[in-house]
């Protein structure tokens, strides 16, 4: 994410190394390509400009004290400065305690849409709630096709009444959401090309029918400074509640995420990173603000891992390695889950300091394809027991899964290892051992902690 504008920061910062002091003409030059930075980013101009005026401002106000440099203190003042840009502080949705809480999706043709109305029923469905998705698009017949498919395979009920006009089935599902004990109701709209008059009367006789809590704006976080110019033609009708910005696993440049917040004066709710259900992020100021400074995302990472396992998931697993027994196919199992926290590529830049070494390195998200083409290509047995894979069975499972024998001994060779090395992790008292690493220990004793 926002690769370019992360390098291009990181440059700007380094002309302070060494600087003794913050001065007029330093901070001036660091600016200068911080600025440049912003720009190349597609960041709206004035945002950039009164950016750079707050930065100056403050760094030179402020003395450099104790151990950090003049350098790390420009960092820190920028990284405050993006935080504040974002919105400052994180802002979810608002729960509507009295009935249902009614969300609208609202945004032009191909934003996102009905993907992301899918994606916040499975984000609620999985917080416990019970959501609804209404197919209020009613202009392509695929439109909602698409919506009942991806509701099915979330198991959320989608609401279609075919042959009826938007309002009508806005409002017929609202009847249906109480009758079935639904209460948050996704509303997925159509999208046009362009602003036209006819799309903004219609999403407004939808608002003014089922007085929504949420009108949520889904906006393609790759058309750049375009996503400003729209956030504000729908703001002005609409009076939006929040952003989701979409797209941001693709080289979007950054642009869309920092001046949307300056321009509109609403806050991003919720971010998209790729196609699949889980790719959908609470959006956080403050960790935004870190990944662009190549400072990592932990607790985002975290929160990933979590949503995929649950307690009981890694309280089993943790015993498995305990025993011994992790076997192949509990490997594929975890292969499988890690493929559906996000991109490698995006998990990877979560982590502090990787972002810059990922630079240039080309990641194939199906790096695990030759992995899962040889343990998909053993029998049950030889999953479990891989000490029976001799030579003749190597033969047999690199043709089969059309890779070399050096490949599958590869693949052995590496998974003996890890198993040797999570027995020792896990031998004794894991607890134990993580508070001697000076780490809380980690509830209900699982490696990977718990589903919330
Ligand atoms: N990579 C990526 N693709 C996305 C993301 N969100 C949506 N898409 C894709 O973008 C395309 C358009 O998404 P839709 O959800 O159909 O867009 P929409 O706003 O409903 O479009 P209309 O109904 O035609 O107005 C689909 O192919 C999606 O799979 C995302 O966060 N990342
Ligand atoms: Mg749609």
Redo the contacts with the bound molecule.
């Keep these: 994410m926002f690769e370019n504008l992360s390098e291009k920061l990181d440059a700007a910062l380094k002309t302070l190394t060494g600087v003794k002091k913050l001065s007029e003409e330093n901070v001036t030059d660091a600016l200068r390509e911080v600025r440049r930075a912003l720009l190349d980013a597609d960041v709206n101009f004035q945002t950039v400009k009164s950016f750079v005026e707050d930065v100056r401002q403050k760094a030179l106000g402020q003395e450099v004290v104790g151990d950090i440099t003049p350098g790390q203190l420009m960092v820190k003042i920028i990284h405050d400065e993006l935080v504040e840009l974002m919105g400052g502080e994180h802002k979810g949705i608002k729960m509507n305690p009295a009935g249902p809480t009614i969300i609208m999706m609202v945004?032009?043709?191909?934003?996102?849409?009905?993907?992301?109305s899918a994606k916040l029923a499975n984000h609620f469905k999985s917080k416990g709630e019970r959501p609804m998705l209404v197919a209020a698009?009613v202009y392509?017949p695929a439109?909602v096709d698409?919506l009942s498919t991806l509701g099915e395979n979330l198991g959320v009920p989608v609401f279609t009444l075919p042959g009826e006009n938007p309002v009508v089935i806005a409002e017929k599902a609202l009847f249906e959401a109480k009758r079935t004990g639904r209460n948050v109701v996704i509303i997925?709209t159509?999208?046009r090309l362009t602003i036209d008059e006819e799309m903004m009367a219609e999403v407004a006789n939808i608002k003014k029918a089922v007085r929504p809590n949420e009108i949520l704006f889904?906006v393609d976080s790759m058309i750049g400074q375009d996503a400003v110019t729209t956030a504000k033609a729908f703001h002005d009708q609409l009076n939006f509640d929040g952003v989701i910005l979409?797209?941001?696993?693709?080289d979007t440049r950054g642009g869309a995420a920092l001046s949307i917040r300056a321009v509109v004066e609403t806050p991003i709710k919720f971010i998209?990173?790729?196609?699949k259900m889980e790719?959908l992020e609470p959006f956080y100021p403050e960790r935004m603000a870190s990944r662009i400074l190549g400072m990592g995302d932990v607790v985002s990472l975290v929160e990933k891992a979590q949503e995929q396992f649950t307690e009981e998931q890694a309280a089993k697993l943790e015993e498995k390695l305990r025993k011994n027994q992790f076997t192949l196919e509990d490997f594929y199992q975890q292969i499988q889950t890690i493929k559906k926290m996000g991109s490698v590529r995006d998990l990877l830049g979560m982590i502090p300091g990787m972002g810059k070494q990922l630079k240039g390195v080309d990641i194939d998200d199906n790096a695990f394809k030759q992995v899962e083409a040889i343990i998909l290509s053993m029998t049950k047995d030889e999953r479990d027991r891989p000490d029976i894979i001799n030579g003749s069975r190597r033969k047999r499972i690199a043709n089969g899964s059309g890779t070399k024998v050096q490949d599958v001994n590869r693949l052995l060779r590496q998974f003996d290892q890890m198993r040797r090395t999570m027995k020792k992790l896990t031998k004794g008292n894991v607890q134990g051992a993580m508070k001697g690493m000076g780490l809380p220990a980690v509830p209900g004793g699982g490696l990977l902690g718990k589903k919330r």
Excluded at 246 to 250: F, H, Q, R, V
Excluded at 272 to 275: A, N, Q, R, V
């Design positions: 945004g032009l043709q191909g934003s996102g849409k009905t993907t992301h698009d392509r439109a698409q997925d159509a999208g889904v979409t797209k941001l696993d693709g998209g990173t790729g196609e790719a």
